[in-house]
Structure formats: structure tokens, C-alpha cells
């Protein structure tokens, strides 16, 4: 019933740049906060962007300065500017989004199938 739909992962080298983009799409009544994911092999998914009400941000410590998280949660939509990105930045990212299917539904997460990113040295 809802879908969030990514794209934009790729290989680039050390130093480069690559620009996510997530949609979310179905029976949707309001979002409260988008944002991005990652998880690298044998490791636990950690949260490195959010964006809420209000223009609301923030950032894990270790993209600071490097990524920015843009968008407009009331039409769904959600990005991840990535630059200067280091092979420790390799991973699957995630889109998220935190959302009412119904102005009377609590609210619960639902997230997008995940786009690989990989950082050549």
C-alpha cells in the first residue's frame, strides 16, 4: 500500500559524489520525518540523515560537513547529496519514512529496498 521507490547508488572513487533520491508513493495521509540509512557487511544498520517537520535535520557525526539531506516530506520526497564519499562510506543505503496511512493510524516506519553504494580507493 505504500512504496518507497530509490535510486542514484553507483560505484565511484574516493573523493567523488553521488546524489540519492526516494519517493514515496500509495495510501499515504501525512509524513512525519524522512531520512537515510546504511548498512555495511557484518555490521548493524545505522541512521546517517533525517529530516523533519519544520526543516528539521540531523546527521550522524560521520558525514558532517560531506552529505546533505533535502526534500519535501508533505510531497514524500527525500535526497542525499553525498560528496567527497570514502571507501569507509560503502554500504546499502536505505530510505525511510515515518507515516500516518490514515489520519487516525498511528504512526509506524516503512522503508525502500535499499541502493548499494560502493567507494573505490
Known amino acids: 500500500q505504500v512504496q518507497l521507490v530509490e535510486s542514484g547508488g553507483g560505484l565511484v572513487q574516493a573523493g567523488g559524489s553521488l546524489r540519492l533520491s526516494c519517493a514515496a508513493s500509495g495510501r499515504i495521509f501525512s509524513i512525519n520525518a524522512m531520512g537515510w540509512y546504511r548498512q555495511a557487511p557484518g555490521k548493524q544498520r545505522e541512521v546517517v540523515a533525517t529530516?523533519?517537520?519544520?526543516?528539521?535535520?540531523t546527521y550522524a557525526d560521520s558525514v558532517k560537513g560531506r552529505f546533505t539531506i533535502s526534500g519535501d516530506n508533505a510531497k514524500g520526497t527525500v535526497y542525499l547529496q553525498m560528496n567527497n564519499l570514502q571507501p569507509e562510506d560503502t554500504a546499502v543505503y536505505y530510505c525511510?519514512?515515518?507515516?500516518?496511512?490514515?489520519?487516525?493510524?498511528?504512526?509506524?516506519?516503512?522503508w525502500g529496498q535499499g541502493t548499494q553504494v560502493t567507494v573505490s580507493s
Open positions: 525511510n519514512a515515518d507515516l500516518r496511512t490514515y489520519s487516525f493510524s498511528p504512526p509506524r516506519g516503512y
Open positions: 529530516m523533519s517537520g519544520g526543516d528539521s535535520t
